[in-house]
Every structure is written in C-alpha cells, then in structure tokens.
Nanobody, 120 residues
Framework: QVQLVESGGGLVQPGGSLTLSCAASGSIFSINAMGWYRQAPGKQRELVAANTGGTTNYADSVKGRFTISRDNAKNTVYLQMNSLKPEETAGYYC???????????????WGQGTQVAVSS
C-alpha cells in the first residue's frame, strides 16, 4: 500500500511564492509519472504540471512560473510556484504513478490535497 502526504499550502500575497510537496511512502519500487492538479470552488479539476516518461508539460497559464521536480531518494515530488495570482487560489492535488515491484504495473495514487490561497 502507498500513502501520499501533501504539504506546503497556505496563504500568500499576489506575486508571492510557495513550494508544495507530495511525499510518498509504503511499497514503492519506482515513481513512473507525477503530476499536480488544482481545483477551485465550482470548477473542474485541471492539470497544472505533469512529468511522464521524462517529458514535462505545463498548463499554458503557469508556464515560466511553476516548476515540477522530484527527489527520488525521498520519494517526494514538488511544485514550485512563483508569481502567484489570486485566480490560482485552489486545492492542489498530486497524482503519482507508482510501481510497487519491478514487475508490477504502475498504480495511480492521489494526495489528499493542500489548499493555496492567493490574496492580499
């Protein structure tokens, strides 16, 4: 079994920065894919950033401001967010594709979400 624990959310002023973390624990052989999504009240969940097979994609609205990264030794994925805007207030969720064994297929896991509020 795998657990994901997110942290790093909070209140930040417009133009500020936050770094979100998503720490995975449990039976982990490898993290094959990683992604961050966000969902604002009354809106659908949207992809913010993702890395699959070494290819990284960002939503157009965050290109140049957000960076997705990982620390393999810690089984932790990060989302560095700079120049935050009020409209980016939302719950942020990590999604990891994790293989428990070398021979097992990847299973998708979601974090519990961390709230980001951008306001003056």
């Amino acid at each position: 079994q795998v657990q994901l624990v997110e942290s790093g959310g909070g209140l930040v002023q417009p133009g500020g920065s936050l770094t979100l973390s998503c720490a995975a624990s449990g039976s982990i052989f490898s993290i094959n894919a990683m992604g961050w999504y966000r969902q604002a009240p009354g809106k659908q969940r949207e992809l913010v950033a993702a890395n699959t097979g070494g290819t990284t994609n960002y939503a157009d609205s965050v290109k140049g401001r957000f960076t997705i990264s990982r620390d393999n030794a810690k089984n932790t994925v990060y989302l560095q967010m700079n120049s935050l805007k009020p409209e980016e207030t939302a719950g942020y969720y990590c999604n990891l594709g994790i293989r428990a064994r070398s021979w097992s297929p990847a299973t998708s896991y979601w974090g519990q979400g961390t709230q980001v509020a951008v306001s003056s």
